[in-house]
């Protein structure tokens, strides 16, 4: 069973530009998350969304970061403009209907100058 | 809310050593309690989960963890370290209620020395 898919695995931009990351869940898999994990940190939630419909971005700073999944498979998070403080590994997650814990893929990591 | 607390920052053990990792959690009800390692550049791995049951839990790579409803607390355990295990190991907390939102610790790092 392939794992969870993420690209780019690194990426390095000034601030203000805009950047976009892109993850494949495991097949089947309803629940897909999105995390932010800052060097020294736990993984924060972005975003989770449920088939194709949010369920929790209650910590999405939305001024600046947006995501979509569309037909309920692959997702996208964008960030627009980004800032210094967004440098970070954003970590793709999914999760079957039932609650089987949930299985991360590899990162992106981020790098703003 | 649910949250979680690990409260070792950074454990040193010495090969062959026993571990034990502390994880304390906060939520209303019994939760899904995991615990997850990531090694340098890499992403997490799934240890071991706790949904119901029996309240120790085996887990890959030889670790377990039990679960005590009356301590809050999910600690993990491995009888006898071995180098590869150097890593960073987290601790999550799953809302059992509505969808599955689950919270992540800070996290403790673990060095091993021979």
């Known amino acids: 069973e392939a794992g969870v898919a993420q690209s780019p695995r690194y990426k390095i931009i000034e601030k203000r530009q805009s950047v976009a990351f892109w993850c494949n869940p495991i097949s089947g898999h309803a629940t897909l998350y999105w995390y932010q994990q800052i060097l020294g940190q736990g993984p924060k939630l972005l975003i989770q969304f449920q088939n194709n419909g949010v369920v929790d971005d209650s910590q999405l700073p939305k001024d600046r970061f947006s995501a979509e999944r569309l037909k309920g498979v692959d997702s996208t998070l964008k960030i627009q403009p980004a800032k210094l403080e967004d440098s970070a590994v954003y970590l793709c997650a999914s999760s079957p209907r039932s609650s089987g814990g949930i299985y991360f893929g590899p990162g992106t990591r981020l790098l703003v100058l | 809310a649910q949250s979680v607390t690990q409260p070792d920052i950074h454990i040193t053990v010495s090969e062959g050593a026993s571990l034990e990792l502390r994880c304390n959690y906060s939520?209303?009800?019994?939760?899904?309690l995991f615990w997850y390692v990531q090694s340098p550049g890499q992403g997490l791995q799934l240890l071991l989960k706790?949904?119901?049951?029996?309240?120790l839990v085996q887990g890959i790579k030889g670790f377990e963890a039990e679960f005590k409803r009356s301590q809050s607390s999910f600690n993990l355990r491995k009888p006898s370290v071995h180098w590869s295990d150097a890593a960073e190991y987290f601790c999550a907390v799953g809302a059992t209620g509505g969808y599955q939102k689950v919270t992540f610790g800070t996290g403790t790092k673990l060095q091993v020395i021979p």
């Open positions: 939520y209303g009800a019994t939760p899904y």
């Open positions: 706790y949904f119901s049951g029996d309240t």
